[in-house]
């Protein structure tokens, strides 16, 4: 047998193939292309998710247009807002004190400030709680300042 010496193309293959045949050829290339090892070209961590991304240096993150999650880069995990990847290291690094503390806080009424995740418990006076790395945020929904608008911060509600 003569060996052939030419490629076929993509456009050689669609004039042979049904689409269903086709529609196997593209994922069998993509998937090929992607796990090539190139580094890249990625999947979606979230699993089932068919999106494919291509990594820029100049990004630390990825939110997939698919599935909508939201990605560190450098940690391959869920993004973590407003925490350096050593800080989100670090506060994945639970001893069983900690998950007992947590256990604790689910059960009383404690509450972490939105900034610098400080436990706090209101015992008594308004919702304005004032931490200790200086900002003021809500008890009761979590936001900063008094979004309700009913407390003065001083522990006295306002008359509307």
Same mark, same amino acid.
């Given at each position: ?45 979230? #699993? *089932? %998710? /068919? ?10 993150? =990825?939110? $997939? ?58 015992? #008594? *006076? %308004? /919702? ?10 809500? =008890?009761? $929904? ?19």
């Amino acid at each position: 047998m003569e060996e052939c010496k030419s490629y076929l193309t993509v456009n050689d293959v669609e004039a042979y193939v049904d689409s269903d045949l086709m529609e196997k050829y593209y994922n069998f290339s993509l998937n090929k292309y992607v796990e090539s090892g190139n580094n890249m070209t990625s999947w979606c961590p979230t #699993a *089932g %998710c /068919s999106a494919v991304f291509e990594y820029d240096e100049a990004l630390d993150n =990825y939110r $997939c247009p698919v599935c909508r999650k939201h990605y560190c880069l450098m940690c391959r995990t869920d993004y973590h807002y407003g925490m350096s990847c050593a800080e989100y290291r670090i506060s994945k690094t639970f001893s069983e004190e900690d998950r007992k503390f947590e256990d604790f806080v689910r059960g009383a009424k404690f509450k972490q400030c939105p900034k610098c995740k400080f436990w706090v418990e209101r015992v #008594a *006076g %308004c /919702s304005s709680m004032a931490c200790r790395c200086g900002i003021e945020f809500c =008890y009761d $929904c979590g936001g900063t300042g008094c979004p309700h608008g009913r407390c003065t911060g001083s522990g006295r509600v306002q008359k509307k």
